[in-house]
């Protein structure tokens, strides 16, 4: 498991939410707590029902991000955590946009854990090829506006060079970083309970 130092906790409690301690903030309960809200569920089934429901979708089910989480709970925790950071730092980015790309940012469809399975066409350098191929897999399966595209494509800023242009894009790239943290925290705790699609 890994440890922040005190100083990563206080920048990241500053950022995310100056209101709370960072105990509070860097909580993995917070996940929890998201996961059970009636109204962030609400939020993710009125703007995303058709990628939630999908077939394609469903798939992210099977393929794991990290430790015992999978990329669809992954996905939904991006999208929660980005509902969230959105309102707290009152960036008003657009919600259905940002609930969008936050679902599809990791639409890569293949178990990158796994150096032969199909579409995993750079194994070595996932983490700078996946941003694409989940656009190019997103851009195929969904109409897709150009912020969507701009989450999608640039999410894992700084490790790849195109920097986000859009505050949508910038949000979900703070959220991404946000719930792996929470889940890397979590990592031994229980799966997803909700159904969202
Ligand atoms: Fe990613
Ligand atoms: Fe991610």
């Given at each position: 498991m890994?440890?922040?130092?005190?100083?990563?906790?206080?920048i990241?409690?500053?950022?995310?939410?100056?209101?709370e301690?960072v105990?509070?903030?860097?909580d993995p309960?917070?996940?929890?707590?998201?996961e059970?809200s009636?109204?962030?569920?609400?939020?993710?089934?009125?703007?995303?029902e058709?990628?939630?429901s999908?077939?394609?979708?469903q798939?992210?089910?099977?393929?794991?991000?990290?430790?015992n989480v999978?990329?669809y709970?992954?996905?939904i925790?991006?999208?929660l955590?980005?509902?969230r950071l959105?309102?707290?730092?009152s960036?008003?980015?657009k919600?259905r946009?940002?609930?969008?790309?936050?679902?599809l940012?990791?639409?890569?469809?293949?178990?990158?854990h796994?150096?032969?399975?199909?579409g995993?066409i750079?194994?070595?350098?996932?983490?700078f090829y996946h941003p694409?191929?989940?656009?190019?897999?997103?851009?195929r399966?969904f109409?897709?506006?150009e912020?969507?595209?701009d989450?999608?494509g640039?999410?894992?800023?700084?490790?790849t060079?195109?920097?986000?242009?859009?505050?949508e894009?910038?949000?979900?790239?703070?959220?991404d970083?946000?719930?792996?943290?929470?889940e890397?925290?979590?990592?031994r705790?229980?799966?997803?309970?909700?159904?969202?699609?």
């Amino acid at each position: 498991m890994h440890s922040l130092i005190s100083d990563d906790k206080d920048i990241l409690g500053r950022v995310m939410d100056g209101e709370e301690s960072v105990s509070d903030i860097l909580d993995p309960e917070l996940l929890d707590q998201m996961e059970r809200s009636e109204e962030y569920r609400s939020i993710l089934r009125r703007h995303g029902e058709d990628i939630l429901s999908s077939q394609n979708y469903q798939r992210l089910k099977s393929f794991i991000q990290h430790g015992n989480v999978t990329v669809y709970e992954h996905c939904i925790h991006v999208a929660l955590c980005a509902i969230r950071l959105n309102e707290k730092l009152s960036i008003r980015g657009k919600r259905r946009e940002l609930v969008r790309g936050a679902l599809l940012h990791d639409y890569f469809l293949y178990d990158w854990h796994n150096a032969d399975a199909p579409g995993n066409i750079h194994p070595k350098l996932h983490g700078f090829y996946h941003p694409g191929i989940a656009l190019k897999n997103a851009t195929r399966d969904f109409a897709l506006s150009e912020r969507e595209k701009d989450i999608i494509g640039k999410h894992m800023w700084p490790l790849t060079v195109k920097v986000p242009m859009c505050r949508e894009a910038w949000v979900v790239c703070m959220a991404d970083k946000y719930a792996s943290t929470l889940e890397t925290l979590r990592i031994r705790k229980g799966k997803i309970r909700v159904d969202y699609a």
